[in-house]
């Protein structure tokens, strides 16, 4: 079992920063790519970044690149969005997600259905 607790979220006004957290336990956190995604109300939960297991390789949405920023920390089993130049349209819960397989990375990681494990997500606000 793998739980993952997402912390960070708040409101904001547009321009400003955030950096949302994900802690894991109960696995190997070390081994498998990460993922963020988001969900604004009434829209369908969409890719945000991956990173993969080694903190090596990461793929971004194009809505933020150059703007978020995903890093992790595999000795302290977090993974880290840090998001600048925050804009409205970036509002939404925004979750982390653990991958089904071990030490993969590819084009895949942009879809949901390639996690297993979910936080219960945290809410950004940004305010125009």
């Known amino acids: 079992q793998v739980q993952l607790v997402e912390s960070g979220g708040g409101l904001v006004q547009a321009g400003d920063s955030l950096r949302l957290s994900c802690a894991a336990s109960g696995r190997t956190f070390s081994s498998y790519t990460m993922g963020w995604f988001r969900q604004a109300p009434g829209k369908e939960r969409e890719f945000v970044v991956a990173?993969?297991?080694?903190?090596?390789?990461?793929y971004y949405a194009d809505s933020v690149k150059g703007r978020f920023t995903i890093s992790r920390d595999n000795a302290k089993n977090t993974v880290y969005l840090q998001m600048n130049s925050l804009k409205p349209e970036d509002t939404a819960v925004y979750y982390c997600a653990a991958d089904r397989l071990v030490r993969n990375f590819g084009l895949r990681n942009r879809r949901a259905d390639t996690y297993t494990y979910w936080g219960q997500g945290t809410q950004v606000t940004v305010s125009s």
């Open positions: 990173i993969s297991w080694s903190g090596g390789s990461t």
